[in-house]
């Protein structure tokens, strides 16, 4: 079975910390992403990694920055927490090619004071 | 504009009734993927299915079956017999290159 991992289930922090958000996955995946979803507006695709070292922005990287190192974690960075990021964050992996299903791990709700 | 439309926000039926969740999509592209996935009350996302843009055969896998229609654009996902521990709230999702674009999400809510 897939299995990703996240960091923290909860997270609460104040204006201006800066926040870590870890994720990983043990299927040798090369893409990983990050997520933030917010009612009525599904999943937004913040960031995206293909490879080690490697990443794209998504839909709305503004006020994020991301991390990967090691083929297996993908970090999500927020420099400077504001209250408009708090949301519920979610990570996935797929394969590069053949399967080509992002698998999700169960996500950090993250609540900015 | 390459995009998804769950136009239902929420749903709320009695145990044992039917109930179809619509998925309408937008794409330029002519090779693409189509998921359903499902995030129960723990928040996790559950990958349920995956269409390719080739293969329009319905599925059936229990009480899910999907009708999947190019001519119309659509994706539908249908529980047959709802039972309580279907409730959950159902993404619809397109496959664009690497990414995928989700729909707003459609809460089922089945009453006993």
């Known amino acids: 079975d897939v299995k990703v991992t996240q960091s923290s289930r909860y997270l609460v922090k104040r204006t201006g910390e800066k926040v870590f958000l870890e994720c990983v996955q043990d299927?040798?995946?090369?893409?990983m992403f990050w997520y933030r979803q917010d009612p009525g507006l599904g999943l937004r695709l913040i960031y995206f990694?293909?490879?080690?070292?490697?990443?794209e922005k998504g839909d709305i990287p503004e006020g994020y920055s991301v991390s990967r190192e090691k083929k297996e974690r993908f970090s999500l960075i927020l420099e400077s927490a504001s209250t408009n990021q708090t949301s519920m964050y979610l990570c996935?992996?797929?394969?590069?090619?053949?399967?080509?299903?992002?698998?999700f791990g169960p996500g950090t709700r993250l609540l900015v004071l | 504009a390459q995009k998804v439309t769950q136009a239902q926000t929420e749903i709320s039926v009695v145990e044992k009734e039917d109930v179809t969740l619509d998925c309408v999509y937008e794409?330029?592209?002519?090779?693409?993927?189509l998921f359903w996935y499902k995030q129960p009350p723990s928040g996790e996302l559950v990958f349920l299915i995956r269409?390719?843009?080739?293969?329009?055969q319905n599925e059936i896998s229990g009480r899910y079956s999907w009708n999947f229609q190019k001519s119309t654009s659509s994706f539908n996902f249908t529980i047959t017999a709802s039972q309580v521990v279907d409730s959950a709230v159902y993404f619809c999702?397109?496959?664009?290159?690497?990414?995928?674009?989700f729909g707003q999400g459609t809460r089922l809510t089945i009453n006993p």
């Open positions: 996935a992996s797929s394969p590069r090619r053949g399967m080509v299903t992002q698998y």
């Open positions: 299927m040798d995946h090369e893409n």
């Open positions: 990694s293909y490879d080690v070292k490697m990443k």
């Open positions: 794409t330029r592209d002519t090779t693409y993927y």
């Open positions: 269409r390719n843009s080739f293969d329009e």
């Open positions: 999702a397109l496959k664009l290159a690497q990414k995928l674009v």
